[in-house]
């Protein structure tokens, strides 16, 4: 499976930001599928999962901003993270995993991430 991610590299402000991963090589109806990323100088952070049933979940500290759409007719899906600050630099991987899990255990970094994108660096500057 191949994962591929993009969306704009510079997102201002308080604006949304929005990436979207295509999926080839396997379908988003099954596994499960996240969004993690890596400020700058820090680790791996949870943002979110979509289920193979569509079902999500959210990181407690990026839920009121977060949203996770899929399509599956395209096989895409989607990370909308609202109201952007400069805290929210970082490159953005989208990433699966085949068992899935509490959201405890990816927030703790207990899910094991079987294929990753490259991933896409995001700057958040007026």
């Known amino acids: 499976v191949q994962l591929q991610e993009s969306g704009p590299g510079l997102v201002k402000p308080s604006q949304t930001l929005s990436l979207t991963c295509t999926v080839s090589?396997?379908?988003?109806?099954?596994?499960?599928w996240s969004w993690i990323r890596q400020p700058p100088g820090k680790g791996l952070e949870w943002i979110g999962t979509?289920?193979?049933?569509?079902?999500?979940y959210y990181s407690p500290s990026l839920k009121s901003r977060t949203s996770i759409l899929r399509d599956t007719s395209k096989n895409q899906f989607t990370l909308q993270l609202s109201s952007v600050t400069p805290e929210d630099t970082a490159v953005y991987y989208c990433v699966r995993d085949p068992k899935g899990g509490y959201p405890f255990d990816y927030e703790t970094g207990r899910i094991e991430f079987d294929s990753w994108g490259h991933g896409t660096q995001v700057t958040v500057s007026s």
């Open positions: 090589g396997g379908s988003i109806t099954t596994n499960y």
């Open positions: 979509v289920a193979y049933s569509g079902i999500t």
